[in-house]
């Protein structure tokens, strides 16, 4: 693995228990720098899982307790109910207490501030769409609008994806309903634009919760009725999305050390499947191999939008 530079962030995408495969490749970074993530990270980023893990780093948690909890809560805030067997006849699958319980267990009364007045002050972003007003909000330490929010409702607020959580507050819906699932371009904009990172002085880690397989024959998709459009269309929109927040920093980051680490799925795993652990276990070691090799996504590889020289 290359060296970090001087400043160091990390922006982690959404995932839902596949926040299994980052927490595990983060517990042997933290084995290979002999160090926890805190310690390494000053600029965290996240949308979803992401948000929990990027508030545990921030909050002096080592990744594999974070990995431990993942694995042992799985089970509790993904559990089978009435509820979410008589879904879609209900609102949402899944009972939001036992998740708020074990994130207050975790990381306390902590407010965001708190992370900003902190020692090492640590920058988090937090992303979490609002529907009353119809963007995506960036919560963060510094910003005052945010400064006395618990923690722990920023992070249920970008956790909460429609169908599967309530909203928060009404109105707060999972960060990855807007374009940033992926987090690395607010994470790139953040070191450079906020907190006066130089470029050629950063290094931004980020890391993905799996590519999910190609399943659609070509063939077969021009016989799709209507409703057969839903799955490969969303699909699509969220992994563009993903890789063009990649190109994104491509673009307009050129000096930076950026770094995007993604495994490739070799079959479906849903975000609220806790039945597959062992399958996640494995991913979580592929891609922790991978962060530790410098092997980057290939769409890291893709053509800049911008010609050299511009």
């Not at 970090?4 to 596949?18: L, P, Q, T, W």
């Not at 431990?68 to 207490?97: C, E, H, I, N, W």
């Not at 956790?159 to 599967?164: D, H, I, L, R, W």
């Not at 024959?217 to 490969?232: E, K, R, V």
Request: glycine letters at 8%.
């Amino acid at each position: 693995m290359k060296p970090f530079r001087k400043n160091v962030a990390i922006a982690v995408d959404g995932g839902g228990i596949r926040g299994v495969i980052v927490t595990r490749a983060l517990a042997m970074l933290e084995k290979e720098l002999g160090q926890i993530s805190r310690d390494t990270f000053r600029l965290v980023a996240g949308t979803s899982t992401g948000a929990i893990i990027s508030a545990g780093i921030a909050a002096g948690m080592s990744a594999q307790r974070m990995f431990d909890l993942y694995a042992s809560m799985g089970q509790v805030v993904f559990k089978k109910t009435l509820r979410s067997m008589l879904f879609p006849l209900t609102r949402y699958r899944y009972d939001p207490q036992p998740l708020g319980k074990a994130l207050k267990e975790a990381i306390g009364t902590r407010t965001m501030s708190d992370f900003w007045n902190g020692y090492p002050r640590t920058d988090v972003v937090i992303t979490t769409f609002d529907l009353l007003t119809n963007h995506t909000r960036f919560i963060k330490p510094w910003k005052e609008e945010y400064k006395r929010w618990p923690v722990v409702k920023a992070v249920m607020a970008s956790s909460a994806v429609p169908t599967y959580f309530p909203l928060i507050d009404n109105r707060y819906a999972d960060g990855g309903v807007g374009a940033y699932s992926n987090p690395c371009y607010l994470a790139a904009y953040e070191a450079r634009f906020i907190l006066n990172w130089a470029p050629e002085e950063t290094t931004l880690i980020s890391l993905g919760t799996g590519r999910g397989p190609y399943k659609y024959i070509p063939a077969q998709a021009s016989h799709f009725y209507a409703w057969q459009w839903l799955g490969p269309v969303l699909g699509a929109f969220l992994q563009s999305a993903d890789d063009q927040q990649v190109l994104l920093v491509k673009t307009f980051f050129e000096s930076m050390d950026f770094r995007r680490f993604q495994v490739d799925l070799q079959q479906d795993i849903e975000m609220d499947d806790p039945t597959k652990m062992a399958q996640l276990i494995a991913y979580g070691d592929e891609l922790g191999n991978k962060l530790l090799n410098d092997v980057t996504d290939p769409a890291q590889d893709v053509i800049p939008l911008l010609p050299p020289g511009h």
